[in-house]
Each structure stands twice: as C-alpha cells, then as structure tokens.
C-alpha cells in the first residue's frame, strides 16, 4: 500500500477546483462500474479458474458529511445529492468530510487478490487535509490523486499581491478619487484673498493641501468599501508588544499563521475570490487616472502661484 497526507499552506482553493475533482471522482467510479460490467460479461463462459478479471465484483462509493454553521449536518452516500447540496448551500457550509473508496477483486486463473483504496478530504475554511491510501499493485486511483495534487500545486498563492500591498491599493485608490474634488475646493479657496496670497509665496502650499485632502477625502469614500472587501481575506492580529509612550499595545499582521493555513472557498470565503478580483479591478481603473490627475495638479499649481502672485 501507499500512503500519504497532503497538507494545503498559502494556497486559494476555489470552488470550482473541488467540484471538478468531485466530478472526476463519480466519472471514474461510473468507469469501472462499467469495467466491471464489461468482465461480467466476458468470463461468463469460463470456469472459474479460468478467468481473469481486473475489477472484480467493484464497489466504488463517495460520501460526505457537511456540517453548517446552524449546528445541523447532513451525510449523503451518492454524488448526486452531494452535489445538489455543494451547488446550493457551500455558502451555509462550515466544514466537510468527503470519503472516496474503491474494493475490488483482481483474479488471473485461480489467483485472487484482494484491493481496497480510499481518499479522505477534510475540507475546512482556512485548511484541507488530505490522507490518501493507495494500492502499490493497481492504479485505479492513481489518476484522482494525481488531480488532486496537480489542483492545489497551480492554486494561486493566498499570501499574493492584494495582501501585501494592501496599504499601498488602499492609498493610490484613495488619492485617485480624491484628487479631484480636491483639486476643486483648494482651487474655490484661491477666492480667499489670505489663501491666495499663501498660494503666491508658498509656492509648495497648493499641491501639498490637494494631495492631503485627496487623501482624506479618498480615504473617506472608499474607505468603508475597501475593508468589506478585505474583510475576510486580510490576515488576523497578533500581539506585539506595548507602546509605554502612548500607553497603549501594539498588534500587527500574523503573517506566519497565515501563510500556514489556507484559503477554501466553501463557507464564510465564499466570495473572496470575487473580492480580490474587485481590488485588483478598482486599483487598476483608479491608476489609470492618477497621470492625468498628476498632469491637472501641476498646471492648477502652476496657475495658483501666478494668480496669488499678481492678483
């Protein structure tokens, strides 16, 4: 026998990856069902010790137990009910155990061997083990396994861009939309005979007030938007020290805990797939506008040192 335990680290495992080794898994039991029908036929007219068989008298089955965050679970023993469940209520789901086994016979003449082999998946929000137990005689199984292990090594990494620079997304998205409503009120301010002198003899004055109160003003709209979007994808805090300046303790990312652990897409991460390629789209659209906001800041900055210079 083979055996073996995978364990998921900083990997996003989608959805769809699951259900499609789900579906492979019900396809190949569907194959060897009829395998096995196939053989039936073929050794009818032989004795016994003349036979030969590869899947002898199959038994392939596929269950799962789902536990959901109302405190109820539900134990289905065929694909097709798991699979009505998997596609309505993986939202609902908190954690699920699927089993994945075989047990048959190979005969050549009067030599019988037995064979029996199984895939557990414990599937969790934040990790999925996987304990595999595979025939080193018959590969019947082998082509699951190596799905599985070929799925979760092309995962895309959970610790990946939208993490690391998330202060960085969340600052060029901000001053983006807040340059211009900015741009606009420090500009209305050069009514103000006091600001717009400032404007003449502090010639910094009017791009740093714009890109400060772009930012504010940025920070404020989105804000709100950007953390639901990051809520459920950021890694958690941890303990690191006390501030005995401003008497207060200091937390920061647990980086280590979350490149540890995984990113399945079942349960509360439902949609965090969708919400990374959100972030990923926001911060492309606002960055798009930033030469143009940059080119806009330098001509009013231009204009507000003349008109605070000669008027």
């Not at 395998?35 to 269950?63: A, L, P, V």
């Not at 506008?289 to 940059?294: A, G, N, R, S, T």
Request: proline share 2%; net charge neutral; aromatic share 12%.
């Amino acid at each position: 026998m083979y055996n073996d335990t995978i364990k998921v680290a900083n990997k996003i495992i989608s959805d769809t990856d699951l259900a499609d080794i789900f579906q492979r898994m019900d396809e190949e039991i569907k194959e060897n069902q009829q395998i096995c029908r196939q053989e039936t036929m073929e050794n009818e007219k032989y004795e016994r010790e003349y036979q030969h068989w590869t899947t002898k008298d199959f038994e392939g089955s596929f269950s799962c137990k789902y536990n959901f965050y109302d405190d109820t679970n539900i134990n289905v023993d065929n694909y097709l009910s798991f699979i009505t469940i998997f596609n309505n209520r993986l939202h609902e789901v908190k954690d699920m155990r699927v089993r994945y086994s075989y047990h048959y016979w190979i005969q050549n003449g009067k030599e019988l061997k037995m064979v029996s082999q199984h895939i557990n998946m414990s599937i969790y929000e934040y990790k999925m083990d996987i304990e595999v137990n595979l025939s080193s005689e018959d590969k019947k199984m082998d082509d699951i396994y190596q799905l599985i292990k070929e799925r979760i090594l092309k995962s895309p990494e959970r610790y990946d861009r939208v993490i690391k620079k998330k202060n960085s997304i969340a600052n060029k998205i901000g001053f983006a939309s807040g340059i211009i409503p900015s741009l606009i009120i420090c500009t209305l301010l050069a009514f103000v005979p006091a600001i717009r002198q400032a404007y003449g003899t502090t010639y910094v004055l009017f791009p740093i007030a714009a890109v400060i109160l772009a930012f504010m003003i940025g920070n404020t709209v989105f804000s709100g938007k950007l953390d639901r979007l990051y809520s459920s994808i950021v890694p958690e805090k941890k303990y690191a020290g006390y501030d005995s300046k401003n008497y207060k303790s200091i937390y920061k990312d647990d980086i280590e805990k979350y490149v540890e652990t995984s990113e399945i897409i079942i349960g509360k991460n439902i949609d965090n797939i969708k919400n990374r390629k959100e972030i990923v789209e926001l911060e492309k659209k606002y960055s798009s506008y930033i030469p143009k906001e940059l080119i806009a800041l330098l001509i009013l900055s231009i204009v507000m040192i003349l008109v605070g210079k000669f008027i």
